[in-house]
């Protein structure tokens, strides 16, 4: 039976006491019992047990005791220093710092994107090494970089009418999950945590199968702003819309929607009350795209109503073209514990593109627009449309304070 480490140190401290007493012939025979117990070297036993507990006199007063359990520490050379690190983290800022898993995978193909808009003008080895780093590896390094904002997110929904009746609950049966175009809806509210008067709301819209996702502003949560958002909305999709899935809010259980799904053959459902998880989707995307984007400042002006729907005219672009995103493949319980396996990480653009359900013409018209963009200058945009937004919240607050 093999010793573990603890007990081979033990053996050394019992042993190295008498073995350094011992007459020669009593130190081969210790340690010929201390190699057949160890399995160690004879050499290195030897060295162990002669060196284990001595004391060893340097200068007058300062005195070294050898100790097994204490090991000098080789000092390597840092396999990705700081060259590589500071381009990794210019990466990850453009790529909206998203985690290592998701950026390993954005590497190799954003890494030439950026190289030819001009963005980045990397060595061979720098370039090398970006292409072989572990997921691990880049959240070790970018740890101390990384900062987490959590704020608690406020609803505004109400309940809606008994019109829900004739709305089904979404039970999976109606839905063909494998193909693009089956999306979860959502709003957003931008009341700053005053839910009166009137102010901006933001209808998102994700896929379920790609996660494509869309965003628009509306001015509040009327019916007829939110018809018109939708509208916006599925004339972007490079998809055909086949259904739809929302809460039980009366922004969106209403009899002109109803109407308008039946009439185009839009499949229409609606989650259980107070099950937010049934929309999980697009719950997701309403934090990682329109919360952490916008914030949670009341908007409630046309001039803010118009920046958040020229932000997210970038903002589609960089996170449904750029940002890859992981989903749940399944998970099992073993007990209490829950062990879930995601797919590899991809973009809702690589998504479409491998989807035999979209047809070859789109596809060329998404790689021409791919083709196109650029990720650092569309986050540039991004910044400074929010930096704009902000700067008008302010301009408005100062103007009311002094009214």
């Known amino acids: 039976m093999r010793l573990t480490m603890r007990e081979r140190q033990s053996l050394v401290r019992v042993n190295a006491g008498r073995y350094q007493k011992a007459s020669k012939k009593q130190k081969r025979k210790i340690l010929d019992e201390f190699v057949h117990a160890t399995g160690y070297h004879r050499g290195y036993a030897s060295y162990l047990l002669s060196w284990h507990g001595k004391r060893v006199v340097v200068g007058s007063k300062t005195a070294i005791v050898g100790d097994v359990r204490k090991r000098d520490r080789k000092k390597r050379e840092a396999v990705y220093g700081a060259d590589v690190v500071a381009v990794l983290k210019r990466i990850w800022v453009i790529l909206d710092l998203i985690c290592g898993k998701r950026l390993k995978t954005a590497l190799p193909e954003v890494i030439p994107k950026l190289e030819a808009w001009g963005e980045l003008k ?3 080895e720098i370039r090398e090494k970006l292409l072989r780093i572990s997921a691990s590896t880049i959240d070790r390094l970018l740890a101390n970089e990384r900062k987490r904002l959590e704020l608690k997110s406020r609803s505004g929904t109400k309940p809606g ?13 109606e839905w063909d999950e494998s193909r693009p175009g089956f999306m979860e809806i959502d709003l957003v509210s931008h009341g700053g945590g005053d839910e009166g008067g009137d102010f901006c709301q933001t209808l998102s819209a994700t896929d379920v199968q790609s996660a494509w996702t869309e965003a628009q502003a509306v001015r509040n949560k009327a019916q007829i702003w939110v018809f018109e958002g939708l509208t916006n909305i599925r004339a ?3 998809f055909d819309l086949l259904g739809i899935d929302s809460d039980n809010g009366s922004e969106f259980i209403n009899k002109h929607l109803i109407a308008f799904c039946e009439q185009e053959a839009i499949t229409f459902t609606r989650t259980r009350p107070y099950r937010k998880n049934d929309n999980c989707f697009v719950e997701q995307k309403n934090y990682t795209i329109v919360r952490k984007t916008v914030g949670y400042m009341r908007h409630d002006t046309e001039k803010e109503l118009d920046l958040l729907n ?15 995103s992981m989903k749940l ?6 007990g209490s514990k829950v062990i879930k396996r995601y797919s590899q990480p991809k973009t809702p653009y690589k998504r479409l593109l491998e989807s035999s359900m979209i047809d070859r013409k789109v596809k060329q018209r998404l790689r021409a627009e791919y083709n196109r963009l650029n990720p650092a200058q569309l986050k540039r945009e991004i910044d400074r449309i929010q930096q704009l937004l902000w700067k008008a919240v302010r301009t408005k607050q100062r103007t009311r304070r002094a009214a």
């Open 329 to 334: 493949e399944h998970k099992t319980r073993i």
């Open 236 to 238: 972007r999709l490079p």
């Open 310 to 324: 020229r932000l997210y005219s970038y903002l589609r672009l960089y996170t449904n073209y750029f940002l890859p």
């Open 161 to 173: 009418t008994l019109l829900k009746k004739q709305v089904p609950i979404r039970t999976f049966s």
């Open 122 to 124: 990397l060595t061979p």
